[in-house]
């Protein structure tokens, strides 16, 4: 199997962490930025860079069918740095653009590439109120309101096109809340804290072992059980890179 893979939101506090573990695992990593002045950095991790838009749909096509990856990764989102609370209704917003559209148009470039793999970045906070430890059978949140309905809109757009679309093989990775580089805190934060190098290193894993379905990621005592992860993947939360990558 080819290991040609194509990585969405490469410059992102995920993606940047990530390309430097499919680099070392082997694969040849074409990284996504929006941004030109970003090249250069995906090119020091090792990725050839892709300036592309997710919403621009004819060239996100132009560039998935020249390269024909074997895998998409998809960790595209849009928000601000350290989830700057001034700035979170409008990247809310944004984001579930991203999670609908953008993920639609990423689905479409794989499909016109020959392309039926991908992993795709959820989070672990949409489910709806119910007993704890979430498992990933558990119901996600409808019937919110406001600013949560947005944002459960996005992800429930997002998994059911990495899930439901004919010839497409998904993987959907349930992220807890991130800490650690590039995230805006080095402290675990949030009902379900996951370190963003573990989070990487959950991508890594379902890309080299072809899992498929839902997977909570999050650290012991979260308000998700991580336990299929652990069971399926072999992912454990301690995971880290060899060294600290700082998203740029």
């Keep these: 199997m080819s290991k ?20 070392d695992e082997g694969y040849l990593v074409f990284g996504s930025t929006r941004r030109e002045d970003k090249a250069d950095y ?4 090792g990725a050839k860079p ?17 390269i024909k990856p074997a895998a998409v990764v998809h960790q595209l989102t849009d928000l601000p740095r350290g989830l700057d609370p001034s700035q979170m209704e409008a990247a809310i917003n944004r984001n579930a653009r991203v999670r609908t559209e953008g993920t639609r148009n990423l689905i479409g470039a794989m499909l016109a590439s020959g392309c039926e793999s991908i992993v795709a970045q959820s989070i672990a906070w949409a489910y709806a109120p119910a007993t704890k430890p979430y498992a990933e059978d558990a119901e996600l949140d409808i019937k919110a309101e406001g600013l949560r309905q947005v944002s459960v809109g996005g992800i429930v757009a997002l998994e059911q096109q990495v899930l439901n679309t004919p010839h ?79 998203a740029q």
Excluded: C, M
């Design 4 to 23: 040609t893979v194509f990585l969405a939101g490469a410059t992102g506090v995920i993606g940047s962490a990530l390309v430097k573990l499919l680099v």
């Design 42 to 45: 995906l090119r020091s991790l």
């Design 50 to 66: 892709i300036v592309v838009d997710v919403f621009d749909r004819e060239r996100l096509y132009e560039a998935l069918i020249q």
């Design 168 to 246: 497409i093989q998904g993987t959907v990775l349930r992220y807890g809340h991130l800490y650690g580089p590039g995230t805006g805190t080095d402290q675990p934060t949030g009902a379900s804290p996951l370190h963003v190098e573990a989070a990487a290193y959950a991508a890594l894993l379902a890309l080299r072992l072809n899992a498929r379905g839902v997977f909570n990621v999050a650290e012991d005592k979260a308000e998700v059980t991580s336990e299929k992860a652990r069971r399926v993947l072999g992912w454990v939360p301690e995971l880290r890179l060899p060294h600290v990558l700082s």
